[in-house]
């Protein structure tokens, strides 16, 4: 009865014995994503304000699901052993594998404690991006910003316990306990137990059992809660989903054409061109145009000094409805300029708030950090080019290092010449081990370098602060009061309140200098950030920034404050407007100061990352379509009452989406075939300044 005796020994581990094995892996597995959805709950307690048990209950179900797919990846090299009989045998190499995925993942899992309490998101393409920046800077940021040590502790622990389970689970599903299971050692019975493996694992890896794409994010979003939507995804999926379209083709990553041209050409002029442009050159670029502002709406000034205020959150700034007294100073600028009340960056990151400030182009799906690539030294209608054929001085001051995000690469091919950054001080007050040199030494030299410019020749300048950045290390003896009673945030509003004395003393400092009364300061934020209320589920308060306007006359002219609704991509052709005279360019915002009265405001906005969500706030409205998923129409509410409501407006729907599509389209195109700079403007006749009457000077 030789052929009844079974292909391997008794002592060798079974097919019976390795599904166990598997099986209990995976359940285990599942018990650890479960657990690591409950630290991050916890760690970001704060978001979690009324919503309600259930919907977390739904949102771990979900979660449950994501979660499966991870799994299933993670032990397919367990299901693909199946057939080989010396695979089976070789246990080591299986708990070898189990231990070095459980450990990415659970590394992963700690990252996402604070990664989420930063940018309320779950990982994504960031992590990428920071990676590729300056090893040291990033590591010192980590070191000074967070709890390194303690995570380490928690992870190596957390580790050790996962392999001492594995072996556990080994000496459980030992070969001992099958013996008699002799009958399932056939090769014919393995390969069957293989084809309905691998089956279930192809059923898994999809997470559903529908007809069409798999499981995807927008399966997770079955809440009214952001927070609990955000919970039921998986970080390690949506990270290997980032470095998949990292990876991918770059086409595959931008906004897909969906109009005939002609079509999204003529709806970009009816959103971008008012009553003073004319177009130019409509052959080769979408909105290339002259503008000639009003004679009554430009101002008494000739320089220009645009402040980029880092992270300085709308949602707290007192100006804005914010209690906490956590911006006195800029409240106390916003009485004697004009004061725009629903202004949004294009982005959530300082890169995407610079180039859309300063060289009036969006923050584009694919092109998100368009400073760093290729396309980032194609021709832009932004400060430099304008201001640059109009004899304009030119300053930029830093408390870093300009090679973070090619600053200096990408402003000095948009003609910057003139760059003081954390090298260029001399005995700081105050300089920072990651970042650099205070916003006070920042605002001390930039006055001084100012002073030095104010003279025949007309200037702009672009100062950009700081401090108020992760891991917010802030000179010893801080000239504010520590915020208190924000709980995690303390330490974030902390700094925002020094940077806004730091900008206070600037203007202290300024006032007394020959330039200030013939000078247009712009102040906005680069972006805002996240609070324990997040509103909608693209989080708008990470868009909502001031935008001030400082200059002598401005309030007589247009008021203390406007509701308008607009982004970054407005504050170039808004300056120009101030100016006076006519101007060729190719902005994709407009002169917010010359529109009718009837006129609401726009702006598309992006969140940085991979995520390639687009929104369009159109007046109290905001319209989100998921690059994935059906378009989600809002209205929101700023200030004193914030919140959304979701709408049923079909036909508001059906007028919004070409607008957000046609603008995403042509921005693109005019990216991509280098048509969004100036163009040939030799026929537009520059504008000579003379001294001008200051006698209407700021603040009286």
Same mark, same amino acid.
């Given at each position: 009865?030789?052929?009844?005796?079974?292909?391997?020994?008794?002592?060798?581990?079974?097919?019976?014995?390795?599904?166990?094995?598997?099986?209990?892996?995976?359940?285990?597995?599942?018990?650890i994503?479960?657990?690591l959805?409950?630290?991050?709950?916890?760690?970001?307690?704060?978001?979690?304000?009324?919503?309600?048990i259930?919907?977390?209950?739904?949102?771990?179900?979900?979660?449950?699901?994501?979660?499966?797919?991870? #799994? +299933?990846?993670? !032990? /397919?090299?367990l299901? @693909? %052993? $199946?057939?080989?009989?010396?695979? &089976?045998?070789? *246990?080591?190499?299986?708990?070898?594998?189990?231990?070095?995925?459980?450990?990415?993942?659970?590394?992963l899992?700690?990252?996402?404690?604070?990664?989420?309490r930063?940018f309320?998101?779950?990982?994504?393409?960031?992590?990428?991006?920071?990676?590729?920046?300056?090893?040291?800077?990033?590591?010192?940021m980590?070191?000074?910003?967070?709890p #390194? +040590?303690?995570? !380490? /502790?928690?992870?190596? @622990? %957390? $580790?050790?316990?996962?392999?001492? &389970?594995?072996? *556990?689970?080994?000496?459980?599903?030992?070969?001992?306990?099958d013996?008699?299971?002799?009958?399932?050692?056939?090769w014919?019975?393995?390969?069957?137990?293989?084809?309905?493996?691998?089956l279930?694992?192809?059923?898994?890896?999809?997470?559903?059992?529908?007809?069409?794409?798999?499981?995807?994010?927008?399966?997770?979003?079955?809440?009214d809660s +952001?927070?609990?939507?955000?919970?039921g995804?998986?970080?390690?999926l949506?990270?290997?989903?980032?470095?998949?379209?990292?990876?991918s083709?770059?086409?595959?990553?931008?906004?897909?054409?969906?109009?005939?041209?002609?079509?999204?050409?003529?709806?970009?002029?009816?959103?971008?061109?008012?009553?003073?442009?004319?177009?130019?050159?409509t052959?080769?670029?979408?909105?290339?145009?002259?503008?000639?502002?009003?004679?009554?709406?430009?101002?008494?000034?000739?320089?220009?000094?645009?402040?980029?205020?880092?992270s300085?959150?709308?949602?707290?700034?007192?100006?804005?409805?914010s209690?906490?007294?956590?911006?006195?100073?800029f409240?106390?600028l916003?009485?004697?300029?004009?004061?725009?009340?629903?202004?949004?960056?294009?982005?959530?990151?300082?890169?995407?708030?610079?180039?859309?400030?300063?060289?009036?182009?969006?923050?584009?799906?694919?092109?998100e950090?368009?400073?760093?690539?290729?396309?980032?030294?194609?021709?832009?209608?932004?400060?430099p080019?304008?201001?640059?054929?109009?004899?304009?001085?030119?300053?930029?001051?830093?408390?870093?290092?300009?090679?973070?995000?090619n600053?200096?690469?990408?402003?000095?091919?948009?003609?910057?010449?003139?760059?003081?950054?954390?090298?260029?001080?001399?005995?700081?007050?105050?300089?920072?081990?990651?970042?650099?040199?205070?916003?006070?030494?920042m605002?001390?030299r930039?006055?001084?370098?100012?002073?030095?410019?104010?003279?025949?020749?007309?200037?702009y300048?672009?100062?950009?602060?700081?401090?108020?950045?992760?891991?917010?290390?802030?000179?010893?003896?801080?000239?504010?009061?520590?915020?208190t009673?924000?709980?995690?945030?303390?330490?974030?509003?902390?700094?925002?309140?020094?940077?806004?004395?730091?900008?206070?003393?600037?203007?202290?400092?300024?006032?007394?200098?020959?330039?200030?009364n013939?000078?247009?300061?712009?102040i906005?934020?680069?972006?805002?950030?996240?609070?324990?209320?997040?509103?909608?589920?693209?989080d708008?308060?990470?868009?909502?920034?001031p935008?001030?306007l400082?200059?002598?006359?401005?309030?007589?002219?247009?008021?203390?404050?406007?509701?308008?609704a607009?982004t970054?991509?407005?504050?170039?052709p808004t300056?120009?407007?101030?100016?006076?005279?006519?101007?060729?360019?190719?902005?994709?915002?407009?002169?917010?100061?010359?529109?009718?009265?009837?006129?609401?405001?726009?702006?598309?906005?992006?969140?940085s990352?991979?995520?390639?969500?687009?929104?369009?706030?159109?007046?109290?409205?905001?319209?989100?379509?998921?690059?994935?998923?059906e378009?989600?129409?809002?209205?929101?509410?700023?200030?004193?009452?914030?919140?959304?409501?979701?709408?049923?407006d079909?036909?508001?729907?059906?007028?919004?989406?070409?607008?957000?599509d046609?603008f995403?389209?042509?921005?693109?195109?005019?990216?991509?075939?280098?048509?969004?700079g100036?163009?040939?403007?030799?026929?537009i006749?520059?504008?000579?300044?003379?001294?001008?009457?200051?006698?209407?000077?700021?603040g009286?």
């Amino acid at each position: 009865m030789a052929h009844l005796q079974p292909e391997t020994s008794p002592t060798r581990p079974g097919l019976r014995q390795h599904l166990a094995f598997v099986a209990c892996s995976g359940l285990v597995l599942l018990v650890i994503f479960s657990l690591l959805r409950l630290a991050l709950l916890f760690h970001n307690r704060e978001l979690i304000g009324d919503t309600s048990i259930n919907d977390f209950l739904e949102a771990f179900g979900n979660g449950a699901r994501f979660d499966l797919r991870v #799994v +299933v990846y993670g !032990l /397919l090299p367990l299901v @693909l %052993a $199946i057939p080989f009989r010396w695979l &089976l045998a070789a *246990r080591g190499w299986q708990l070898g594998w189990l231990t070095l995925f459980g450990s990415v993942t659970l590394f992963l899992g700690v990252l996402e404690l604070d990664f989420y309490r930063e940018f309320h998101q779950r990982l994504n393409g960031l992590v990428f991006q920071y990676v590729g920046e300056d090893p040291a800077t990033v590591l010192s940021m980590l070191w000074y910003g967070f709890p #390194v +040590v303690r995570y !380490l /502790l928690a992870l190596t @622990l %957390a $580790i050790w316990l996962w392999f001492k &389970l594995l072996q *556990r689970l080994h000496c459980t599903c030992s070969p001992d306990r099958d013996r008699s299971a002799h009958w399932s050692e056939c090769w014919y019975v393995r390969s069957g137990v293989f084809v309905i493996c691998l089956l279930l694992a192809v059923v898994g890896i999809r997470g559903t059992l529908r007809h069409g794409p798999p499981l995807r994010w927008g399966d997770a979003s079955t809440t009214d809660s +952001v927070f609990a939507n955000q919970l039921g995804l998986n970080g390690t999926l949506t990270l290997l989903d980032a470095a998949r379209a990292r990876l991918s083709d770059d086409s595959d990553k931008q906004w897909q054409t969906t109009m005939a041209q002609e079509e999204a050409v003529q709806v970009v002029r009816q959103m971008l061109l008012t009553a003073n442009d004319q177009l130019v050159d409509t052959d080769d670029a979408a909105v290339r145009r002259v503008s000639i502002p009003n004679s009554e709406t430009t101002l008494p000034v000739r320089n220009v000094v645009v402040i980029l205020m880092e992270s300085f959150a709308g949602h707290f700034v007192g100006a804005l409805g914010s209690s906490g007294d956590i911006t006195p100073n800029f409240d106390r600028l916003s009485r004697e300029g004009l004061l725009f009340t629903r202004y949004f960056s294009n982005g959530t990151h300082t890169h995407q708030g610079m180039f859309a400030t300063m060289a009036c182009f969006p923050n584009l799906p694919g092109f998100e950090y368009l400073m760093q690539t290729p396309e980032g030294a194609h021709e832009f209608s932004g400060l430099p080019q304008l201001l640059g054929e109009r004899g304009f001085n030119n300053l930029y001051v830093y408390n870093g290092d300009f090679a973070w995000d090619n600053q200096r690469g990408f402003f000095g091919n948009q003609g910057m010449t003139n760059f003081i950054g954390r090298h260029d001080f001399v005995n700081p007050v105050f300089s920072d081990p990651t970042w650099g040199v205070s916003d006070q030494d920042m605002f001390d030299r930039a006055n001084e370098e100012l002073s030095k410019l104010g003279g025949e020749r007309p200037f702009y300048a672009l100062l950009q602060t700081l401090s108020n950045h992760t891991p917010y290390a802030l000179p010893d003896s801080l000239p504010v009061k520590p915020v208190t009673g924000f709980g995690s945030l303390d330490d974030h509003l902390t700094a925002m309140r020094y940077s806004d004395w730091a900008l206070g003393h600037f203007f202290e400092q300024a006032r007394k200098q020959p330039y200030f009364n013939e000078t247009l300061f712009v102040i906005v934020g680069d972006h805002g950030f996240g609070s324990p209320e997040q509103l909608s589920d693209i989080d708008l308060y990470r868009f909502h920034v001031p935008l001030l306007l400082i200059a002598p006359g401005i309030q007589q002219q247009f008021g203390k404050t406007d509701d308008i609704a607009g982004t970054q991509l407005d504050i170039v052709p808004t300056i120009m407007g101030r100016l006076g005279g006519p101007v060729q360019h190719q902005c994709w915002g407009r002169d917010l100061l010359d529109l009718p009265n009837s006129d609401r405001g726009f702006g598309v906005i992006k969140p940085s990352g991979s995520d390639q969500t687009v929104a369009l706030v159109s007046g109290d409205n905001l319209l989100i379509q998921p690059r994935q998923g059906e378009a989600r129409l809002y209205s929101y509410q700023l200030h004193d009452h914030p919140g959304v409501q979701r709408m049923d407006d079909p036909v508001l729907e059906q007028q919004l989406l070409p607008r957000l599509d046609a603008f995403l389209q042509e921005a693109t195109a005019g990216l991509l075939n280098n048509t969004a700079g100036v163009g040939d403007s030799s026929g537009i006749t520059p504008i000579v300044y003379s001294a001008k009457d200051t006698s209407d000077s700021i603040g009286g």
